[in-house]
């Protein structure tokens, strides 16, 4: 009986010590890790990272030669990896891996891409797989050879001035957005430069915005220069993008002497775009300058809805004020995301002079209750007038008989009516005024006093003058028209005032005077003594009754 209790706690006590042999191996067992690198560019094509064994044992690691980062349109850029030692039987310590850049594709991403890496390893006595993982990175930057140290021109910061949008870097369709770009230029002597920029959609690889401009800057010193742009509105999504900048000495290749960094390690800036709920913009305006005046002009533009919301009605207006010229175009049902062509058929007046004329187009949409709510002043531009154009002819005033409304004596109010004709067979603009008129009336008004006409056409207006108490006789004031392009007609208005108790027909001439003050005298002294023979009747008659 004891021998059997013995030996039952002989095997316990060896199962026990098996057991805890085994969990003292695998504590103390060998492993393996990995640390992370830097990333890689075109021109820092070199990165590192450590592999490190740990516990007791040695291990057989196992890794890749060539790694391989590929962007989403399996564009490639490749990496070899190479270990500063055997990897056989590895006891516990650390390894370096050295990554070299060794190639990619032209038309690799503008994008930060990463591949991860595996690497296996196995225990050299139990043959127990361990596994390390990290990941390489690689960014395809602005400059083609990426950023080069020891250039003559870097970039030292940039900044978003926020002109139309409220927060750095969050713009809208259509905003116009200024960047200031600082750039330092080290060199001993002045420098000739060339500042691009762009907006990248890394989500379709492509810029929606690249434009460049050219600068100087002194040896030695540092200035801010402004990029002025409008967002595009056109095919422009809801997302974010990426904002960079590049310089370069214009006198050199952009692969010798490139700066695409801003910062220790940036080399661009996050944009976010949002759309408005109600936009719409105006794009591909055309306008085929010159213009021949006396023809119709066909001025194309482009409707674009880049709000979120469908557009029941969209209403766009040409003007082009001095020319008197106004157009609307109306666009239905123009859903979000849709673009519509549009026509002004514009007819070019030949009744002004030659030249330049400034010009605008408002787009206003929104519709709802029979009113836009929304109105936008998409754009300015010159129209260039050429060809055989005449002068505008003189405006007409006509005066007749009944030119005399009211008034005609000295100290009362005159109103005389006026008629202008527009004798040409295009549209004029005038503006009428009352002159040469303060030696005998206080003041002048003309109503209306400017309109526009129709070839043919005429408008009536009515001149009122305050006339002075000591303005009897004959007294003279000019009409006056001014023309659209500045051309004067003047018209000399000649007015017979009387005294406030003389003859109330006074005249006026314009071609003719209507005179009455000197005639029908004869009729003045038979109407007198008419009075007086009533007055003697009346005196006789009272005496008579009184007897």
Known sequence: MITNMNTKTILSGVLALFLMLVVVQSVFAADI???????????????SFVLTVSGNGTLNINLPSQVI???????????TLTANRSLNSVPAGQINVQANLTSWDDDFWYTDESQTITITASDSE??????????LRFLRTYCEAGFLEG???????????????????DWKPGDNVEITVDIRNIDDDEVDGVIEYGLYDFTNDEFVLEESQDFSLDDGDSDEFTLSFEVPSKDLSEDDYHFMVKVYNDDEDEDVECDDRFASDSYYEEVSIEREKHDVTLNDFQISNPLQCGTTANILATLDNIGKEDQDKIRTILTIDSLGIKKEVIVNNLDSGDDKGIVFDVLIPDTYKEGTYKGQVTVEFDYDDSSYDEKRNSLSFDAIITGDCKLPQVAEIILDSSAIQSGGKAGDQLVVRATIMNPASTVGIYTIQATGYDSWADSATVSPNSFSLNGKESEEVTITLDTQDTSVGSQTF?????AGDGTVTEQPIIIELSKASSNPFAGITGNSIFDFENSNKYLWVIGAVNILLVVLIIIVAIKLARR
Do not use: G, Y
Not at 33 to 47: E, G
Not at 126 to 135: F, G
């Open 69 to 79: 980062i590929k962007d989403d349109d399996n564009n490639e850029a490749i990496v």
């Open 151 to 169: 250039s003559k021109l870097t970039i030292r910061d940039i900044t978003d001035e926020e002109k139309e949008n409220t927060d750095a870097w």
């Open 126 to 135: 139990s043959n127990a797989t361990k596994q390390a993982t990290t990941s």
């Open 33 to 47: 890790t990995a640390s992370t690198s830097d990333r890689l560019t075109q021109s820092k094509n070199s990165t």
């Open 478 to 482: 000019t009409l006056r028209t001014v």
